[in-house]
């Protein structure tokens, strides 16, 4: 063997190599970056998903001594889109006077058609409020729905306040507030 062989200095290390195709680290770093907050803003909306940032909204509130109002209603909704508001009043005692609910009109006007259940004893509106009125329950709950579908003439946001009556007293409030989102 020859001791003394030096290899020549002109020759290039990546002669003969297979990484001739590999391409330098400072290639294509926008792409990169744009990738990055792409995946990053998916993460962001299944965390807010998952955190219900985009489903029903659900407001208690004790009204006077001995009730308890109940509110589910969509947060956010999209135009065609179905929502069910779900007013549950809870009371200590057996409710016995004659039940008046009030939902301000602003609010329901973001559906384009609703349904109420139970059907009222007697409805009115002043333009601003629609007044549902109901025969004592003689039960210690007292529930009502209130079907739609979110127009897509509306506002993007719709807020308005539920009140809860009996006996002409108001026993308990709440505040709606609804986000269209396209």
């Known amino acids: ?10 020759a290039d290390p990546s ?13 294509d770093k926008g792409g990169r970056i744009g990738r990055r ?7 962001l909306f299944v965390l807010a998903s998952l955190a219900n ?3 029903m909204d659900t407001t208690s509130t004790g009204g006077s001594p001995g009730y308890e109002l109940t509110v589910s209603a969509p947060r956010t909704s999209r135009a065609g889109m179905d929502g069910k508001i779900t007013v549950t009043l809870h ?4 409710i016995s006077g004659p039940i008046t609910v009030k939902v301000e009109q ?28 109901y025969d004592a329950s003689d039960e210690k709950t007292f529930r009502l729905d209130i ?18 009556y009996i006996d002409g007293d108001l026993v308990a409030s709440t505040k709606l507030r609804l986000w269209k989102v396209f």
Do not use: C, W
């Not at 559906?111 to 004893?121: K, N, R």
């Open 1 to 10: 063997m020859d001791k003394d062989f030096d290899p020549p200095e002109t």
């Open 15 to 27: 002669d003969g190599s297979t990484f001739f195709d590999v391409v330098d680290s400072g290639y």
């Open 37 to 43: 907050i792409i995946l990053t803003l998916v993460a």
């Open 53 to 55: 940032v985009f489903g």
């Open 91 to 94: 009371a200590a005692q057996k």
């Open 106 to 133: 602003d609010y329901l006007d973001a559906f384009t058609t609703y349904g109420i259940s139970p059907a009222p004893d007697g409805e009115s509106s002043d333009g601003h409020l629609l007044v549902l009125d």
């Open 147 to 164: 079907d739609g579908t979110v127009s897509e003439d509306s506002d993007l946001r719709a807020h308005g306040n539920v009140q809860v």
